[in-house]
């Protein structure tokens, strides 16, 4: 680098500097190890470890019935936890081969939505913070707080959800979640006047597009080697989407586009990004509009009927013989699922979220193995970094969306 | 349109009968390759212009206690993203020698996957440029998601596995 300068041999100004990026450190927004080799401002090498919030749960899956792993599929990643637990129950009802109706369905594709929502919010909003702009992220913010409330009104609860179950939901979507939903979707008032307001503040600012692009780019080529997937992938400029690929969960009924990008730097990530909330913005209404078109019986089905692994409702279990075995089987996991090995993925708000369970006919999985997104793609840090200035690294990190507890598992 | 009597076909066809257990386990083409072969398989899959398996989706492992002589499976799963198409291979391998060539020559992405199976099942990946724990400390001296290390304290009396145990 600074071959022009004549010094010694060995003296300080030729040599390079160490610097421990993390583990705890602020602008890694969770629990990241780099060791960087700093010449000047300029990372010559990178060296990253994982491992800090290791929690082995494909351990604690093995002695676990199916309903539950749904907890422990919550933390992987935490940002966007619905469509972890769906994924998973995804997964059962394929080992079980259950057919869910269309309106279970839809209502889960409206869940699933939201999630990539307020785990995109989040994404981009901190890529702001993290170059400097901070408003941004408190203009969004409000709306992940009313994604909260809606989650809170079917399951309960806000960030780890364990929301549904193997078959559908545990109740009806009750009329405030829909309320609370037509709020989040109102044009006006709701969250797509705030997204215009929030890209009006980013995508065309001079400060944002010099610091963001060419930063931390990827081809697409090296980004499939790399086992890139998601928007990040889809920023490199290759468009697979697993929604559209192998379509979940009616998937196929909607209407929506796929963004893609061109040079997969932080930019690209952050404009894909933002145009998969306004397509996800267009499932919803669309999801919403067909929930609203069944009426009277249909519009109270939440569940489809696999009595051995869906709880049945309480009242009944204190009036019925049937409904009584089977809620003691449920809880003490003593419902036995077929033998077999079933590999079933979703879209995830960061890429392919996989679940690998093989069953031997017990109660529990012989061998669950997660697909983490985060954990695959994270290997190509050190390549997207390299030369560039330490600055842009932690941009680089946060556009990358790395999530601590899907990185780790 | 590429299905899965193709692939079958094809890899006969190159291979011969050393690729065993063919099967359909909900529509997703499983085959099981020695182990030596396990490269030559994954780079015929990716090179052949019609087969075109380019990602490597998912790489682990499992642990067949009872299965005496190849007690470690590692699993890969490919995909074929120009038709959409997704299958697993298996290559087994003994406990006590538990040596398979690394495809990360091959795959980028093999780097951290196989570092995990080597983590949790002790499977030496030959060839691998770092193959040290990654998800676990360092000091670890076994490899825990083998079945022999079990999850719970099994000096406990209070249980009674026969009835409510798995």
């Known amino acids: ?409 | 349109m590429l299905t899965n009597q193709t692939i079958q076909q094809k890899l006969t066809e190159k291979f011969g009968e050393v690729l065993t257990s063919w099967q359909e386990p909900y529509g997703m083409l499983t085959f099981t390759a020695p182990k030596e072969l396990n490269l030559k398989v994954l780079q015929f899959l990716y090179d052949d212009a019609e087969l075109n398996f380019t990602f490597l989706t998912d790489l682990q492992a499992v642990h067949y206690p009872d299965n005496k002589g190849a007690e470690l499976a590692v699993v890969y799963h490919l995909h074929n993203w120009k038709d959409n198409i997704r299958i697993r291979f298996k290559v087994l391998t003994d406990i006590q020698n538990p040596d398979i060539f690394s495809a990360t020559a091959l795959f980028q992405s093999a780097n951290f996957m196989e570092r995990e199976t080597f983590d949790f099942f002790g499977i030496n990946f030959v060839g691998h440029p770092n193959l040290i724990r990654i998800l676990n400390v360092d000091e670890m001296d076994y490899f825990p998601l083998r079945k022999e290390f079990p999850l719970e304290d099994q000096t406990r009396i209070d249980k009674d596995d026969e009835m409510f145990g798995r």
């Open chain 1, 1 to 409: 680098m600074n071959d022009h300068i004549l010094l010694p041999e060995g003296s300080i100004e030729k040599q390079t500097t160490t610097l421990n990026l993390g583990p705890t450190h602020p602008a890694t927004h969770g629990v990241f190890q780099n060791i960087l080799e700093l010449d000047g401002e300029r990372i010559m090498k990178a060296t990253s470890t994982v491992g800090y919030i290791h929690r082995a749960f494909e351990k604690i899956a093995e002695r676990r019935a199916l309903y539950q792993i749904t907890p422990l599929t919550d933390r992987l990643n935490y940002c966007s936890t619905p469509i972890n637990n769906m994924g998973w129950h995804l997964t059962c009802e394929k080992l079980l081969g259950v057919a869910t109706p269309k309106r279970v369905d839809y209502l889960r594709v409206i869940i699933m939505e939201l999630a990539r929502i307020s785990d995109h919010l989040i994404c981009n909003s901190i890529v702001g913070v993290d170059s400097g702009a901070y408003s941004g992220f408190l203009y969004v913010m409000q709306f992940r707080e009313l994604i909260y409330e809606i989650y809170e009104e079917v399951c309960g609860s806000r960030l780890t959800t364990n929301i549904g179950r193997i078959g559908g939901f545990e109740r009806n979507f009750t009329n405030a979640a829909f309320e609370k939903l037509e709020k989040f979707l109102d044009d006006k008032t709701g969250y797509p006047a705030q997204l215009k307001e929030f890209e009006n503040l980013f995508t065309r600012n001079r400060i944002f597009m010099e610091r963001t692009i060419g930063c931390g780019p990827i081809s697409g080529e090296r980004a499939m080697n790399y086992g890139f997937t998601g928007p990040n992938l889809r920023a490199a400029g290759i468009d697979y989407d697993v929604r559209v690929h192998s379509p979940y969960s009616s998937y196929d009924d909607f209407e929506f586009t796929v963004p893609v990008g061109t040079t997969g730097d932080c930019y690209d990530r952050f404009l894909v990004r933002n145009e998969e909330m306004w397509q996800s913005l267009d499932i919803i209404k669309q999801a919403y509009q067909k929930v609203q078109e069944f009426k009277g019986a249909e519009a109270e089905v939440f569940h489809a009927d696999v009595p051995a692994f869906y709880l049945p409702e309480k009242k009944d279990v204190y009036t019925k013989m049937e409904a009584l075995i089977y809620h003691f089987k449920i809880i003490m996991g003593e419902t036995e699922m077929p033998a077999g090995e079933v590999y079933n993925a979703v879209e995830g708000a960061n890429g392919e979220l996989g679940y690998y369970l093989i069953s031997d006919g017990g109660r529990t999985p012989y061998r669950l193995h997660f697909r983490r997104p985060c954990f695959i793609y994270y290997q190509a840090y050190p390549e997207l970094i390299k030369g560039g200035m330490l600055s842009d690294a932690v941009i680089t990190m946060s556009s990358l969306n790395l999530i601590a507890g899907e990185l780790d598992a």
